[in-house]
């Protein structure tokens, strides 16, 4: 994927709402959610920090591409990069390991950032909610 000026309408320092779905890990729940996107190399960075009761997870991803990889504060390694692909004016961002798949869509809504996160285990199986989120820009 070459570098693309939709990226440009990510970028910033955002803050909002999350609504945590129930998993095998995790109960259902609220949280607070912030994602700073920054220009890359041929992509973005971007920092994420959701911070709910019990819990705080901090995460960096990084798009460079046609490829995707995230570092978080559960420790796992990126086995094997993840895609990175635009759907219309939505960035979709698909990883898969042995623990699962991940499918993280980003795009503008209006003023603000909409991010939806399913995720599968195992990886081939049906995608469902992990994370919906809304988030405002900071400053």
Known sequence: MASSPRFESLFGEW???EELFATAWTAAGAAQ????????PDGIHFDYVE????GRLDAHGVVAGAGFWWFDSYGFVPQAPGSAAWDGDTLVLDRSSDRGRTVMRLRRDGEG???ELDTAVPAD?????LV???YTRVG
């Open 15 to 17: 803050n909002g709402e």
């Open 33 to 40: 959610g912030s994602i700073v996107v920054r220009p890359g």
């Open 132 to 134: 919906r989120g809304t």
């Open 51 to 54: 911070v709910r009761d019990g």
């Open 113 to 115: 950032l909409a991010v």
């Open 125 to 129: 199986a049906d995608l469902a909610p």
